[in-house]
């Protein structure tokens, strides 16, 4: 068999069993490519044209359509059967105890997102929610000059972020701390990152079984969605420096955030999945529209 073959037959089953895709790839075809070549332990990048006529061994066949029906069998991400997840062209370690990295954020920390809102003096950072410590990684190779926090609230995620801190060589600049919300982290920060918890209950309910296998503590933001965002808009204002930013993903729930804080001046920042589904808060806007009134407990 032909490596094209192969990976027109596992693009084949991986279609006829009605499989959710979101965790890095969107459709059976790139998900197919992702399984096998990295089971043929191909770069991920190969260009599949001028090599698909290779000729393949019956035991790497095996290997790789074995690896196909672990996806479909156990619907769990592809990331969770390889342990590995790219962002931004980095790879990350990745395994059931941490969501997979996909945030849009990254998109924003690699292309200059939001560069100008920065100041010149920009030092402390805070990842908050860091998972496996993607944003954390991110951060510290986008700017040399800082130092990063990634702070969760699951010491499971927290093992998973160490691995991949010390598998890029950052432990000397990007540190991990356990706290419940912003609980463990006074500040002053400069920027801060958080991806949070923020499916809405009706959402989560329909989740299919791959989003499932994730950590629900990293996805269910209750009835609203809003109810991690609640408690970090409350606490962050005294706790972010002057000329602070906050840089918040929030996926497709903007009507519910926009319902819970009418009056946040709100700068919608432009990603691959749309113009809003991240946004950016200054110090002066939070400390001018964070009241009792605006920001429920």
Known sequence: MTLQELLDRSQDRL????LVYGHGTTNARDEAAWLVLWS??????SDLDAIGCQELQAAQVGEAEAL??????????????????WLQGVPFYVDERAIVPRSFIAELIADGGFDAW?????????DLCTGNGSLAVLAAMA?????VTGADLSPEALAVARINVDRHGLQDRVHLIESDGLAACPGPWDLVLCNPPYVNADSMSALPPEFRAEPELA???????????????????????????????IGHERPFFEAAFPQLEVVWLSTSAGDDQVLLLTADALRAATSPASVSP
Do not use: C, K, N
Not at 68 to 85: K, M, N, V
């Open 15 to 18: 279609e006829a069993a009605g």
């Open 40 to 45: 043929l332990g191909m770069p991920l990048d």
């Open 68 to 85: 196909i029906g672990r996806r479909i069998e156990t619907r769990q991400p592809a990331a969770y059967l390889t342990r590995e997840a």
């Open 118 to 126: 920065l100041g010149e003096d920009t030092r402390q950072v805070l």
């Open 143 to 147: 700017w040399p000059e800082v130092q």
């Open 219 to 249: 996805l269910a933001g209750g009835a609203d969605g809003m109810d991690f965002v609640r408690a970090l808009l409350r606490d962050l204002p005294p706790r972010l420096s002057p000329h602070g930013v906050l840089v918040l993903e």
